[in-house]
C-alpha cells in the first residue's frame, strides 16, 4: 500500500518567530491600551467596553502570539512556551502545537465553529434589519443596559421599533429583546438552529468571527486572531451608532436608522462588514483544515 505523507510543516527561525511575536505584542496593546487605562481610571465606555465584557479575554491573552498549526517554532535547544498548554517540545528543541490533542479534546467545538462558519459564509448576506435588535433590546423599557440617554427618549423609540418590520437572525442577539419585543421579531432563533438562521449581513455574526477565533486557541495564528478583533471593534461602532443611545458623547455620531439616509447608510456601511467577516470565516475556516492536516 502507498505510504501517504503528511503535509509539510513550517519552521521558523527563532529570529523570525520572536519577530513575529513582538510585533503582535506590540499589535495587541495599541488595541487595549486605551480600555486597560479606563479600567484603571474606573471608566466606562458603552462602545469599547463590549470587547472585553461580552467576550471576556484578557488583554494579556489577546497579546500571546501563537504561530497557528502546521508551524514549528526554532528554539535553538532551550525550551520555550514549556508551561503553555497545547504546545510540546521535541529533543532538538523545536516548539509545535499539540494540533491533534487539541482536536480531540475540542472536538465538538471545532465541529460547530467550522460548520457555522462555512453555513454563515455559503448564505446570501440579508440587509434589511437596519440593527433594530439594538432597539428591540429597550422596547418598553424603563431601565437600559447602558446608562446612555435614548437618541429618540423612550415613546420615540418605542415608536421606531413599532413601526419597523424587525427580523432579527442572531441568537445571542435576540435573547436580549424586551419581553415585550420577542413576539415582534419575524424568526425565532435558538442556539440549536443558530447554523441554519446565521448569515454574513448580521453585525453580530461578524463580531462573533472573534469569538470563535478565540475558542481555537493555539490553532488561529495571531494575525488572524487581531483581524477578527479589529473587525468586531469596527462592527462595534456602527452596531452602537445605529441604537436608540446617543453615544455622541464618546465620539460616535448617530446612523438614524430611522430615516432614509440612516438607512441606506446602515446598509452600506453592512455590505463591506459582511465582505470583510466571509473573508475572515474563510481564513478561520482554513487554520482548521491546516490543523487537521497537521495533526498527528
Given at each position: 500500500m502507498p505510504t501517504l505523507s503528511l503535509p509539510a510543516v513550517e519552521l521558523l527561525s527563532?529570529?523570525?518567530?520572536?519577530?513575529?511575536?513582538?510585533?503582535?505584542a506590540e499589535r495587541a496593546d495599541a488595541r487595549t491600551a486605551d480600555w486597560r487605562a479606563r479600567v484603571q481610571r474606573g471608566e466606562k465606555h458603552p462602545v469599547e467596553d463590549f470587547l472585553f465584557t461580552?467576550?471576556?479575554?484578557?488583554?494579556?491573552?489577546?497579546?500571546?502570539?501563537?504561530?497557528?498549526?502546521?508551524?514549528?517554532?526554532?528554539?535553538?535547544?532551550?525550551?520555550?512556551?514549556?508551561?503553555?498548554?497545547?504546545?510540546?517540545?521535541?529533543?532538538?528543541?523545536?516548539?509545535?502545537?499539540t494540533t491533534a490533542a487539541f482536536l480531540t479534546a475540542?472536538?465538538?467545538?471545532?465541529?460547530?465553529?467550522?460548520?457555522?462558519?462555512?453555513?454563515?459564509?455559503?448564505?446570501?448576506?440579508?440587509?434589511?434589519?437596519?440593527?433594530?435588535?439594538?432597539?428591540?433590546?429597550?422596547?418598553?423599557?424603563?431601565e437600559h443596559r447602558h446608562d446612555v440617554p435614548l437618541r429618540l427618549g423612550q415613546s420615540g423609540t418605542d415608536e421606531v421599533v413599532q413601526s419597523h418590520r424587525i427580523a432579527c437572525s442572531h441568537f445571542d442577539a435576540f435573547r436580549f429583546f424586551t419581553p415585550e419585543a420577542v413576539p415582534?421579531?419575524?424568526?425565532?432563533?435558538?442556539?440549536?438552529?443558530?447554523?441554519?438562521?446565521?448569515?454574513?449581513?448580521?453585525?453580530?455574526?461578524?463580531?462573533?468571527?472573534?469569538?470563535?477565533?478565540?475558542?481555537?486557541?493555539?490553532?488561529?495564528?495571531?494575525?488572524?486572531?487581531?483581524?477578527?478583533?479589529?473587525?468586531?471593534?469596527?462592527?462595534?461602532?456602527?452596531?452602537?451608532?445605529?441604537?436608540?443611545?446617543?453615544?455622541?458623547?464618546?465620539?460616535?455620531e448617530p446612523v438614524a436608522i430611522e430615516t432614509p439616509e440612516g438607512k441606506a447608510e446602515y446598509v452600506r456601511q453592512q455590505r463591506g462588514f459582511a465582505e470583510r467577516s466571509n473573508a475572515l470565516r474563510a481564513r478561520v475556516v482554513e487554520a482548521i483544515r491546516v490543523a487537521r492536516a497537521t495533526a498527528h
Amino acid at each position: 500500500m502507498p505510504t501517504l505523507s503528511l503535509p509539510a510543516v513550517e519552521l521558523l527561525s527563532r529570529a523570525d518567530w520572536q519577530a513575529q511575536e513582538r510585533a503582535h505584542a506590540e499589535r495587541a496593546d495599541a488595541r487595549t491600551a486605551d480600555w486597560r487605562a479606563r479600567v484603571q481610571r474606573g471608566e466606562k465606555h458603552p462602545v469599547e467596553d463590549f470587547l472585553f465584557t461580552y467576550y471576556p479575554v484578557k488583554p494579556s491573552h489577546l497579546r500571546r502570539w501563537h504561530p497557528g498549526a502546521g508551524v514549528a517554532l526554532e528554539a535553538a535547544g532551550e525550551e520555550e512556551r514549556a508551561d503553555w498548554r497545547w504546545y510540546e517540545t521535541d529533543a532538538m528543541g523545536t516548539v509545535t502545537v499539540t494540533t491533534a490533542a487539541f482536536l480531540t479534546a475540542k472536538s465538538a467545538s471545532v465541529d460547530f465553529i467550522e460548520k457555522l462558519l462555512n453555513r454563515t459564509a455559503a448564505r446570501v448576506g440579508q440587509f434589511g434589519c437596519f440593527g433594530l435588535h439594538e432597539w428591540a433590546m429597550v422596547y418598553r423599557q424603563g431601565e437600559h443596559r447602558h446608562d446612555v440617554p435614548l437618541r429618540l427618549g423612550q415613546s420615540g423609540t418605542d415608536e421606531v421599533v413599532q413601526s419597523h418590520r424587525i427580523a432579527c437572525s442572531h441568537f445571542d442577539a435576540f435573547r436580549f429583546f424586551t419581553p415585550e419585543a420577542v413576539p415582534l421579531n419575524r424568526l425565532a432563533p435558538t442556539r440549536d438552529n443558530q447554523p441554519e438562521l446565521e448569515q454574513p449581513g448580521c453585525l453580530h455574526a461578524g463580531m462573533d468571527v472573534y469569538k470563535w477565533a478565540i475558542k481555537l486557541g493555539p490553532l488561529v495564528p495571531g494575525e488572524l486572531l487581531l483581524d477578527t478583533f479589529d473587525l468586531a471593534r469596527d462592527i462595534r461602532w456602527l452596531d452602537m451608532r445605529a441604537s436608540p443611545y446617543d453615544v455622541s458623547a464618546w465620539g460616535a455620531e448617530p446612523v438614524a436608522i430611522e430615516t432614509p439616509e440612516g438607512k441606506a447608510e446602515y446598509v452600506r456601511q453592512q455590505r463591506g462588514f459582511a465582505e470583510r467577516s466571509n473573508a475572515l470565516r474563510a481564513r478561520v475556516v482554513e487554520a482548521i483544515r491546516v490543523a487537521r492536516a497537521t495533526a498527528h
